[in-house]
């Protein structure tokens, strides 16, 4: 266990300001951060809006292109840019799953995608796989022939949710994935995962703000503001304990609500 | 007095083939000053009783109710004229998503003015102007946004979420209701914008005694800030009672799955243990169970299900459950 999945070293992101030719202006998104995650475990990632958490995820799946710093998998470097090394490797779920899903495709036609892009199986094995790993979400292999608009908010989420495991990787970044679904579907969802965590070994980085999710579903955590990594350590110390102030403040503007009760 | 008295409303959406009862014998009442929360899941039709006390539904809704008054009078029995009057005189309401509602292409300052009733005015024609100006000026006063000059001047797109849903309550608050409706004021809202937005509608229930109805889909973001909840499932109510009581001892086996399944409700929970939660999903409008509607996800539910149940009361505690939790807490 103590083996070292992802490892990310000195990751950091500017953007330019292309306006101006001379003293271009330099907009630091991500100051240099360095992490490592395990297999089975979780990262969660916490911060306002425009605290850089976006920007680590995008650096991490690769659509983005970082300024500094490397990232290694399983200690061999992710060169940017190869997506094919990649995306079997590390994959995304997104916020809105209604919007994500391309409509005109039926849900086989969504998931064999990824598989024709980045295996070599055939048809019959491909098909086999997809029936497989929608039961794995809980699913029916009769969905295959859906199209997404039939599905409800929670089962198109656990489509996103098959279309990120299909390739059996081994990260999966879900960026604000929970926190447009319902508190019932929300739960199912956690269990969901933490499911397939413990069958399939993966690791999740959890992008949220909602710290009752983070603090049941997270063994680490990360607190960003304005690009620079203010906290980070266990989750159960940090939300105990918080050092900063901003931190405190976070912590405080969630908790409060539930007080007195 | 209540200022709002609903008994049995339901709402019936017109297809061409058979009508679908959305809303299906629904209860609320509200106090004056009162903080009342309106829990439900998407497609629990909490929106659409908002929108049918405003009385913005178009034809394809038939809105039905044994009891609608607003403060005495029956809304029902008045014509759609005199009812216009009424509601937009004393029910103002927000909605969701505060950028998407403010017009993209006017600014800040011209839409306020917009709201500014004609009868708080006072003086010539060519005072007019001025004093809506001013008047625009004091409602985002009221609403803590201290700089106005540059609020005045801007367009929607170039403020935040907050300071939008700030002067939407602004526009609501400008004729001075009686009734705010919010309906999900914080949703895609970050915590720290959250609690200030909520911390404005408190103040303004507490300072001007205005009664909020506030609509959420989840039931942890709003028990700081009510007095009393109403839950509602797939169009049917479920419970209403004081936050206490829905919080800490829920009698429908709805509430309760839905206060077990929030893990910032129970600490106590271990890190990674499962969630509990009701199995399926809600259903869809055009398979609506019989009887009550949880039914088929219902842990308790037994062959008495199938008949819908009525509300049983408990010293206020309403619930609409044929087997109540009511025992299992001594």
């Keep these: 266990m103590s083996e070292v999945l992802l490892q990310v070293i000195n990751l950091s992101k500017n953007y330019k300001d292309k306006n101006y030719w001379f003293n271009r202006k330099c907009v630091a998104a991500l100051e240099p951060l360095s992490f490592d995650i395990m297999a089975h475990k979780t990262l969660a990632i916490v911060g306002e809006t425009g605290s850089g958490k976006s920007t680590l995820a995008k650096l991490l799946v690769g659509a983005e292109l970082p300024t500094t710093g490397h990232i290694r998998l399983n200690g061999q470097t992710l060169a940017p840019g190869n997506f094919r090394q990649r995306c079997q490797h590390v994959r995304m779920i997104f916020q809105d799953s209604g919007t994500t899903l391309n409509p005109s495709l039926t849900i086989e036609q969504l998931l064999d995608e990824p598989l024709r892009l980045n295996t070599d199986l055939d048809e019959t094995e491909r098909h086999q796989l997809i029936r497989e790993t929608l039961q794995k979400v809980g699913l029916l292999a009769e969905h295959m022939s859906f199209y997404p608009h039939m599905f409800s908010g929670g089962q198109k989420q656990r489509i996103s949710l098959a279309r990120a495991i299909i390739l059996k990787p081994q990260v999966i970044i879900l960026d604000e994935a929970l926190a447009s679904l319902d508190p019932s579907l929300r739960s199912q969802m956690i269990n969901l995962l933490l499911d397939l965590q413990q069958q399939m070994g993966l690791a999740f980085i959890l992008i949220s703000h909602n710290l009752g999710i983070v603090r049941h579903f997270s063994d680490d955590m990360m607190v960003l503001c304005k690009g620079k990594v203010l906290e980070f350590g266990k989750t159960s110390a940090i939300l105990q304990k918080p050092q900063h102030k901003y931190t405190k403040k976070l912590i405080m503007s969630q908790h409060f609500q539930l007080l007195h009760r | ?88 005189k004393d029910v103002a309401m927000i909605f969701q998503e505060p950028m998407a509602c403010l017009d993209p292409t006017t600014t800040i300052g011209e839409q306020l003015e917009e709201a500014v009733d004609v009868e708080q005015l006072s003086g010539f024609f060519w005072q007019r102007r001025q004093q809506r100006k001013l008047a625009a000026i004091n409602l985002l006063h009221k609403v803590g946004i201290k700089q106005h000059e540059v609020c005045v001047k801007s367009f929607p797109h170039q403020l935040t979420d907050a300071l939008c849903q700030r002067v939407m309550i602004a526009m609501a608050l400008a004729r001075r209701p009686m009734l705010l409706i919010a309906d999900e004021p914080t949703a895609a809202m970050e915590s720290t914008n959250q609690g200030q937005i909520f911390r404005l509608l408190a103040s303004l229930n507490q300072l001007k005694n205005m009664s909020i109805l506030l609509i959420s889909h989840d039931l942890e973001n709003v028990t700081h800030w009510t007095n009393t909840i109403t839950v509602m499932y797939s169009g049917q109510f479920v419970e209403a009672g004081t936050t206490e009581q829905i919080f800490n001892q829920p009698y429908h086996p709805y509430t309760r799955a839905l206060v077990d399944s929030s893990p910032k409700a129970n600490r106590m929970i271990p890190n990674k243990s499962r969630l509990m939660t009701l199995p399926g999903s809600i259903p869809i409008l055009q398979h609506l169970p019989i009887g009550c509607r949880l039914g088929p996800r219902c842990p308790r539910a037994q062959q008495k299900c199938v008949h819908a149940p009525k509300i049983k009361n408990f010293h206020g505690h309403q619930v609409s459950c044929h087997f109540p939790l009511k025992d299992s807490y001594s």
């Design chain 2, 1 to 88: 007095m209540n200022l709002i008295d609903i008994r049995n409303l339901s709402i019936e959406l017109q297809t061409t083939t058979k009508p679908i009862l959305a809303v299906d014998r629904v209860n609320l009442t509200m106090k004056e000053g009162e903080v009342r929360g309106l829990v439900g899941e998407s497609g629990s039709g909490k929106s659409l009783l908002a929108q049918a006390i405003v009385g913005v539904l178009d034809e394809k809704w038939k809105v039905d109710a044994d009891r609608f008054h607003w403060r005495g009078n029956d809304l029902m029995r008045l014509s759609a004229e005199e009812r216009k009057a009424i509601i937009s």
